[in-house]
């Protein structure tokens, strides 16, 4: 008390002094002048601003030391976005066979270009297949409504698809699509194949779509893959578990954290869609910017530091218990998995589905194809999906 009163009889200049003087510490000036590109910093994972310019605190060798946040971004997005494309553009069709089913009402432009998608990402996706596979590709909009109920592999989860449906024909949300098929499985009894496809609206063109909707294609027949090298053993794990408490769903979740079944599956898809480096970013910038600016997920308000980062992967490993994860999963699984093709490259990756059914639990998948609890996984891999949340 008798301090405040003395600094308000001071004159107005020196008493405004004295008082930044006692809350600001003294050395804050100095260790902002510090912060800089190569400069040593002190605690791993510590992000700073100076001169409106972003930082974080990178492991170079035995040092740490301070390194621009935005462009170690970019730099590990375009280093996994060479890598997958590296794989395609090497690959070939001999191990895909594909087969179109394709609406006469579906818009052409839009039957183009996922077509182009399917031809390019099959010279990737093929080279993860051990054989010749069938894969089908289906594209159909609101007006066959009718046949696809008459398609056992269509039909199950067709309900959900209609509210949509009826949006369209109101002329309305037409710049979405939507998944349709994601599987290979069983197609005519004793038959695995793949499955893949999208729903669009008649009244869509490539113009008009969002620019997020690109990748849903590649997204969806990217599931084929991941369902590849679980499916032949999965059933038999399961009849096997020693919890016979573990329903299959459970069961499930214990080996595929929606992370790796829905973000993984962006990080391929987002590379497979954009053509060009610059595409990539801007395609990441949209989606990112999307989320933050119109999107309900609370969870991507509290994605304000590293930790926080690290428990919001945590808590999205389980959409049973929370439910944001699905949604979430997308945007910090696909940001994560980025994170691990470029630091590892592509085959630790495919380490990952082909270790799918590896152990009890997909800590011991992870633990296995790259050498590392989740944990630390989510550890190492926060900066970078942080960077991509906090603007950095």
Not at 115 to 121: D, G, K, L, M, S
């Amino acid at each position: 008390m008798h301090r405040i009163a003395t600094i308000s009889r001071m004159k107005p200049m020196l008493a405004i002094a004295l008082a930044l003087s006692i809350a600001i510490p003294p050395t804050s000036a100095s260790a902002a002048a510090s912060i800089k590109p190569g400069a040593e910093c002190k605690k791993l994972n510590q992000v700073a601003t100076s001169s409106g310019v972003n930082y974080i605190c990178l492991q170079s060798g035995k040092k740490l030391s301070w390194s621009s946040q935005a462009a170690n971004y970019e730099k590990t997005k375009l280093k996994a976005y060479a890598q997958i494309r590296a794989g395609a553009d090497s690959g070939n069709l001999d191990n895909v066979e594909l087969v179109y089913h394709i609406s006469s009402s579906f818009p052409k432009d839009l039957k183009q270009l996922y077509t182009a998608q399917v031809e390019y990402a099959s010279k990737l996706y093929g080279s993860l297949f051990a054989k010749k596979e069938v894969v089908n590709i289906y594209m159909y909009t609101e007006k066959d409504e009718k046949y696809l109920r008459t398609q056992p592999i269509l039909a199950e989860f067709l309900d959900e698809h209609l509210p949509w449906f009826q949006a369209w024909r109101q002329g309305k949300d037409q710049e979405h699509n939507l998944g349709l098929a994601a599987w290979f499985k069983e197609g005519p009894p004793g038959v695995l194949a793949g499955h893949a496809g999208v729903l669009a609206s008649s009244k869509a063109s490539a113009k008009t779509m969002r620019k997020y909707a690109i990748q849903v294609m590649p997204h969806e027949y990217w599931h084929v893959v991941q369902d590849y090298y679980f499916r032949p053993t999965f059933e038999d794990k399961f009849q096997a578990r020693t919890d016979k408490s573990l329903d299959g769903l459970d069961f499930y979740t214990l080996h595929f954290p929606t992370t790796f079944r829905e973000g993984s599956a962006n990080t391929i898809s987002f590379a497979m869609a954009a053509n060009t480096k610059k595409e990539y970013l801007e395609l990441y910038r949209y989606f990112i910017t999307e989320l933050k600016n119109y999107s309900h997920l609370k969870l991507i308000t509290t994605l304000t530091s590293t930790l926080s980062v690290e428990k919001a992967l945590k808590k999205i490993e389980d959409r049973r218990t929370f439910s944001e994860a699905h949604e979430a999963s997308y945007p910090l699984g696909s940001l994560l998995y980025e994170w691990v093709i470029a630091e590892y490259g592509f085959d630790a990756y495919k380490k990952i589905l082909e270790n799918q059914m590896t152990g009890e639990t997909f800590e011991d998948n992870i633990q296995a194809s790259l050498g590392m609890s989740v944990a630390n996984l989510y550890k190492k891999a926060a900066p970078h999906i942080l960077a991509a949340f906090s603007g950095r």
